[in-house]
């Protein structure tokens, strides 16, 4: 399976919440195994925009679209961008994840931030917005 055929698997992808959304997304990615990390980066912004366009739907924990995103070098920025731009389940997990690893001080702070914009962000739902409040108290223990 080319990029461009993964990148268009993730554009029709329509959750049914049904067991196998899971296992229908790790078929999309099945062709990607073989290529080199770096040369999945095209498929950053679909996976995104995938969970931008469902965000509360269950894909995964962490999942085939987390898997992948974490496979992949540099999609931080990306994430940062789509957690602003619109804040999901998904998305804010994944902050807080990068958060529970060693991070240098300004990095950590940068991430924090955007965990708190989750928090007031106008498309955060009111359980996103607590969830989001609750990740920065365990952070700001740690």
Known sequence: MSIE????GLEAFVPTEEDDDTCKLYEIFAGLQPLAPEL???VIPAILSLIERYPEAELGSPGPLV???ESIPGYQPFLRESVLRQPTDLSTWM?????NS?????I????LTVL???TKHPLASKILRRTATHFLQRQAAR
């Open 5 to 8: 055929n993964v990148i268009a």
């Open 40 to 42: 999945r980066k095209p």
């Open 67 to 69: 898997h992948e995103l």
């Open 95 to 99: 902050v807080n994840r990068i958060l």
């Open 102 to 106: 060693e991070l240098p001080q300004d």
């Open 108 to 111: 950590r702070a940068g991430w």
């Open 116 to 118: 708190s914009e989750v």
